[in-house]
């Protein structure tokens, strides 16, 4: 890996999340001390909506950067190497936080789950449908984000149909925060909700747009050949 990628890759988001970090810490900090000291059993669950809306940000992020990338949009900002990396690690990323997300179900003292309540999707003593497409929206976004990985081995066209199924995942994802999500009644978390299905219809709309327009080209051009 060369030295601008190096620093694409790795440079650019660190710097980005010391922005983050250094505009929002003390604020958290100060507000988890206060949860600690209200209800100190309450903080698994906090985390365990932390990371549900960090993996919804991330899977939104990879989502947009992927159609962005297939409309050619990006080719402007940077290398296709590169964008292709930032869109993946978003993916890798999002996913981790994903499992985090599920995984702290197992220490929330108001309502645990055990470790099949939390791997089987139905099973959950709470809102089980939802919490079931979410489950299997990470299981289906675990199998998008493998066919990265083993792009070599599956060849380009497994590749690009496995990858339809992430809209599939977004869908779910999105359904299973509104239905099963603490937050869903609050206007903030609606916004969240609406913009990213915004944003996702929209850059999905001209990206169809746009392999319309080239296919017709490419019909005309082989019409007027000799
Ligand atoms: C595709 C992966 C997933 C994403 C992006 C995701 C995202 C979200 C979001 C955004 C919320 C709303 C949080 C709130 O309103 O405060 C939520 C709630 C919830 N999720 Fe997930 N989730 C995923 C997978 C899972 C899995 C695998 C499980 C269970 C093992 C799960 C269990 C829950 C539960 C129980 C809630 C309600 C918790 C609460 O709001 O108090 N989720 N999720």
């Known amino acids: 890996?060369?030295?601008?990628?190096?620093?694409?890759?790795?440079?650019m988001p660190a710097i980005a999340a010391g922005i983050v970090l250094g505009a929002t810490l003390p604020g958290v900090v100060s507000?988890?001390?206060?949860?600690?000291a209200a209800n100190p059993s309450g903080l698994p669950w906090l985390f365990e909506r932390l990371f549900a809306w960090l993996a919804y940000l991330a899977m939104t992020l990879s989502v947009l950067?992927?159609?962005l990338l297939s409309s050619k949009v990006l080719d402007a900002v940077a290398h296709r190497p590169v964008n292709f990396t930032l869109h993946q690690d978003l993916a890798t990323i999002?996913?981790?936080?994903?499992?985090?997300?599920?995984?702290?179900l197992g220490l929330d003292a108001s309502m645990p789950f055990s470790a099949a309540q939390i791997l089987?999707?139905?099973?959950?003593?709470?809102?089980?449908l939802a919490v079931g497409v979410g489950q299997a929206a990470l299981y289906l976004w675990a199998v998008v984000t493998a066919s990265f990985y083993a792009r070599h081995r599956?060849?380009?066209?497994?590749?690009?149909?496995?990858?339809?199924?992430?809209?599939?995942?977004?869908?779910?994802?999105?359904?299973?925060?509104?239905?099963a999500g603490t937050d869903s009644g609050r206007p903030?978390?609606?916004?969240?909700?609406?913009?990213?299905?915004?944003?996702v219809a929209f850059l999905l709309a001209y990206r169809i747009g746009i392999s319309v327009a080239e296919r017709a080209q490419r019909r005309a051009r082989s019409a007027a050949a000799p």
């Open 31 to 36: 507000g988890l001390l206060a949860v600690l």
């Open 94 to 104: 999002g996913l981790g936080m994903a499992a985090v997300h599920g995984a702290l």
């Open 120 to 128: 089987v999707p139905g099973q959950a003593p709470y809102a089980p």
């Open 188 to 199: 903030w978390a609606q916004w969240i909700y609406l913009a990213a299905m915004t944003a």
């Open 154 to 179: 599956t060849g380009q066209r497994a590749w690009r149909a496995l990858h339809y199924l992430t809209f599939l995942v977004f869908a779910g994802a999105t359904a299973h925060g509104i239905a």
């Open 65 to 67: 950067f992927g159609l």
């Open 1 to 11: 890996m060369d030295q601008r990628t190096l620093l694409v890759r790795f440079g």
